[in-house]
């Protein structure tokens, strides 16, 4: 209580008996005897009514002050606690993708296809579309744009179903699953490149990216985590044909959602089963050209940190295109432990 932590500061502040004489003045009015206390202090160090009052304010702000930080203090624990069951099950489900599209591993190209068709969707204008799932819709992922996509819907539909049977935050949502089918997805592609410069050798492989690789360069994608999902295909007429479409389309396409001719080239493994096909007819735009060669030479390199780097920072403002993303995804209360009934 405020009150009784101040009145135990009073006993050492307040004067001595010593140090004061109280003089009482009374007079009499209609009846009623009214008397008037006054204690004189007769030492230097004694306190005026003045100073009590000051006291008594630094103690109400004193209490006050404590009380904010204990609150502050229970705030900042759950959200430890929440950053935490947000870490375990992120790390859960990335390692669910991980042995999925081990076990897939034709498909990688397909997933990376499934997460660009369902961002590339984002109208700027109307802020609408983008990475929100969409194209789990029968009607959307029937569509001439996505067609050889099913397989790899269809993968990450048994792999959601793995997930939510674990997930103690509610089940995953499709745009959170496929963003995070596409991380996987290229980070195997890295590491199969790692091999391939080790002559094969998985172990060297796995050793040469540990140690060169960009995985400390996904700090931000893992992030943004807690995409929404949409509840309606998105529009028509906003995903060209890739393998039909000309440099110039795709160039087109990329502007509207505010990417470049960087970007366009560092995504070439999206845009169809067969990357350098896909990069050899991007290189006939001179905009486009001069990063298809930056990449490819990256690529021969013992890190490629050029073309990993941009890749990954890349997907990443992809896959948030105007997402609204809830920090407090996948949490959940934590079950009170019942001290009565603990034995000691």
């Known amino acids: 209580m405020v009150l009784l932590s101040f009145i135990s500061t009073v006993p050492s502040l307040l ?3 010593s140090t004061y004489t109280t003089l009482s003045r009374c007079s009499p009015h209609s009846g009623v005897i009214n008397c008037k206390i006054e204690a004189h202090v007769n030492s230097a160090d004694g306190f005026s009514r003045r100073d009590i009052l000051h006291c008594f304010g630094a103690t109400i702000s004193m209490d006050l002050i404590a009380r904010s930080t204990s609150f502050v203090e229970v705030a900042n624990a759950a959200d430890l606690i929440q950053r935490r069951q947000r870490s375990e099950f992120q790390s859960a489900i990335k390692g669910t993708l991980a042995d999925s599209l081990k076990g897939n591993p034709d498909l990688v190209p397909s997933v ?6 369902d961002a590339i969707t984002y109208e700027k204008a109307t802020k609408s579309g983008g990475p929100n799932g969409s194209i789990r819709f ?7 744009e996505n067609k050889g996509l099913a397989a790899a819907l269809n993968l990450l539909e048994e792999v959601k179903k793995e997930i939510d ?13 496929i963003h995070y089918a596409a991380q996987s997805a290229i980070k195997s592609t890295f590491l199969a490149s790692a091999i391939r410069k080790c002559g094969g050798n998985k172990e060297k492989g796995a050793l040469l990216y540990t140690a060169y690789g960009s995985s400390g360069q996904w700090g931000l994608f893992d992030k943004q985590f807690g995409r929404s999902d949409a509840q309606e295909p998105d529009p028509e007429g906003r995903v060209p044909q890739w393998e039909k479409a000309s440099v110039q389309e795709m160039k087109d396409k990329f502007s509207a959602i505010g990417f470049g001719p960087r970007q366009l080239a560092v995504l070439s493994a999206f845009l169809g089963p067969d990357q350098a096909a896909t990069e050899e007819a991007l290189a006939s735009d001179p905009e486009v050209a001069k990063w298809v060669l930056k990449y490819q030479r990256s690529r021969e390199t013992v890190s490629q940190t050029d073309y990993e780097v941009d890749l990954i920072t890349t997907l990443t403002k992809l896959s948030s295109l105007g997402q609204q993303i809830n920090y407090e995804a996948y949490t959940y209360p934590v079950k009170k432990v019942d001290l009565g009934k603990l034995k000691l």
């Open 112 to 117: 990376l296809t499934l997460a660009l068709n």
């Open 138 to 144: 029968s009607s959307e992922i029937s569509r001439p």
């Open 165 to 177: 049977s674990y997930s103690k935050g509610g089940p995953i949502s499709y745009a959170d699953l």
């Open 15 to 17: 004067p001595s008996p």
